[in-house]
């Protein structure tokens, strides 16, 4: 390892794929890979890559001949999702960079993945521009972000409880929510044919109480509206979150509901 790497925190990033991706992001990224079906000797990228899901599931399908790169703009996503790849011989480039200013050449990539990352963007619509300007013209774009909070039962609950405590929750992850919105954006990107499905399926947790460490070890807006709780208003809150998910738990522990739009879109 380089010491470049040792310096880099890979705290919150290591939290994110434990906690996160083996119980939502990892099942989703798998759903979206199959639909963008990723075929031998195709070129893949995959922006706002996290700790590499979706460009380790692309790995072993455009084999042989092609090649997986991941790009994302926190160091340490990029060095968990390095590790990871290496520790599991897959090959994939990875690159630190802007989605906003992507480090290739015009029409490089048959396929971009962009896995729950558009609405993280801090400007979606640069971001998708740049993502058509690097796919070729007979490529295409995979990407997924989330539905109306409504329908993300157990972020829902945590935006009713935090909203109880006078903090503010985190809505960016499902600003994208509308379908309408969605498909707009994708077309003033520059694209061709805007293909929006929604689908469904179930995230699991043990309990309440790992639901909402995961979320606030995983997700920085959110650890940081539940370090404003004293001990007092945390327990508070975390009663607030029972209830809201009580119609989710049962014996096996939280069943909680999440719904995803998943957009293929053609230059």
Known sequence: ?????????????????????????????????????????????DVCCGTGAGARLAVPRV?????????DNDPGMVEVARRLAARRKIEVAWHCESALALPFADATFDLCLCLQGPQFLSDPL???????????????LAASFWASIEHNKGHHALARALEKQDLAPALRPFSLGDPGTARALFTQAGFRTVALRTEEREASFPSVAAFIEGIAAGAPATRHALAQLGEDRKQDFVADVEKFLEPFAGPDGLQLPTRSHIVVAEP
């Open 63 to 71: 084999m042989p001949g092609g090649r997986v790169v991941g790009l």
């Open 126 to 140: 640069a971001g998708l521009t740049e993502i058509h300007r690097v796919l070729r013209a007979t490529g295409r």
């Open 1 to 45: 390892m380089s010491g470049d790497a040792r310096s880099i925190d890979t705290t919150a990033a290591t939290a994110y794929e434990e906690r996160l991706v083996a119980t939502v992001f990892g099942p989703w990224a798998e759903r979206v890979v199959d639909v963008a079906a990723p075929a031998p000797g195709e070129a893949v990228l």
